[in-house]
């Protein structure tokens, strides 16, 4: 068995991008466009080290 060390940005992106693979069909094209800005907003959290939860629910 071959054991492959994942680049640690690679790790950091991989939930992103299998979600992303997952609602690929979303529905309407306002959908995709609120996803997307939930995307832009969760990873931007975790970049800095925050709690995406605990952001979002101050609002």
């Known amino acids: 068995m071959i054991l492959r060390r ?6 950091r ?3 992103t991008a299998i979600g992303k693979k997952n609602w ?4 309407a094209a306002e959908a995709g466009q609120r ?3 939930l995307y832009t ?10 709690d995406p939860l605990a952001y979002l629910s101050r609002f």
């Open 6 to 11: 994942i680049h640690p940005a690679m790790q």
């Open 13 to 15: 992106i991989r939930p």
């Open 24 to 27: 690929l069909l979303i529905g």
């Open 35 to 37: 996803s997307a800005i």
């Open 41 to 50: 907003i969760i990873e931007s959290c975790r970049r800095r080290g925050l």
